[in-house]
């Protein structure tokens, strides 16, 4: 009887996926956000909360950033397995640093957030209205740096405003104060700092997002160094398939996502990050390209033109492949990633 067990444990071991058939088996990942825990963070601790990593066989580290540009340099550097950072900063990084590439793997935010923010009580209404105005943003913010493409889509000469550098919790405040009479930022972001935690009331907030005016890039991913990815493949399968699970529990239940959220970071704003987490999905997660294909993925074609952007903002001297920037031969099968 005892041999009959073994027989019939070791068979159901057998039946198991190699990761699960021993708890020694749990990959370690160490996974860096682009920012704190926030609603739009939520496809990654939902993930974790649900225990999809772990069914995965995966034992990942979520730890919160401080900024995407950090975020890259920190997986470049192998601080980090796998980060969630802007694909535009990392393109640039790229270029500038051809010994140690990075390459992203799986599409979370499919159009940026990209935005500058205003008020009505300052005049400004549409684009134009910004000539001559000082806009707050630190030095490295991606739509500040991306400004010259924005003026020349709307008009306006890309001298034609003031920068004022300014530490990124200092934006919404410094607007409101009338010291500078726009910001830029995320759109998410700017838009819900002024009006949940600085009482702005909606009606004056003005926002011109840079996706509505002829900057088609793409936004957040998940990205990997190079060479760590050759010898780690499986663990990037595993992962993006845990993260396809969380993606989808985010979207189909976006409570139940902050409560995670909550568990994960007890300071939350259950209300803001609520309001965040759907803005996010609305303008950056959700849309036609990625309900034809399917969560994570991108459109090649797209790609290929959002590269170009890229090169010619930042004043590149090279132009990567479409290739050299994203793959998605790790993404789950396309059914598995399809909306319900």
Known sequence: MKTRTVWLVALLLLALPPWLSSAEAQTK????LD??????????ITAKALGAF??????????????SQKTIEQVATGTYDLGYGDINSMIEYNVKNPQTP?????????????????????GIR????????????????????????FAKNVGLPADSVTWTNMAPPLREPALVK?????????????FLNLTENLKVPEADVVAFKYSEHGIDLYGNAVVARVDWLKG???????FLAALNTGFKAALKDPKAAIAHIRAAEPLTNESTELKRLQLAISANMINDEVRKNGLLAIDPARMSRAIEQVVAAFELGAK??????????????????KLD
């Open 126 to 149: 549409e684009p134009k209205d910004l000539k001559g105005a000082s806009i707050g943003a630190p030095a490295g913010d991606a739509p500040r740096r991306l400004w010259p493409i």
């Open 29 to 32: 990942v160490r996974f860096a």
């Open 178 to 190: 009338g010291d500078v009479k726009a910001i830029s930022g995320f759109y998410f972001t700017g």
């Open 35 to 44: 920012w704190q825990i926030q609603g739009p963070q939520a496809p990654f």
């Open 320 to 337: 990567p492949t479409v290739a050299q920037v994203f793959t998605g031969a790790y993404l789950p099968p396309a059914s598995e990633r």
């Open 102 to 122: 990075l390459i992203a793997v799986g599409m979370v935010l499919n159009s940026p957030p990209f935005a500058l923010l205003s008020l009505k009580r300052y």
């Open 232 to 238: 780690n493949e499986e663990t990037v399968r595993r």
């Open 54 to 67: 772990a069914t995965h066989g995966l034992d990942v580290t979520i730890d919160r950033g401080t900024g």
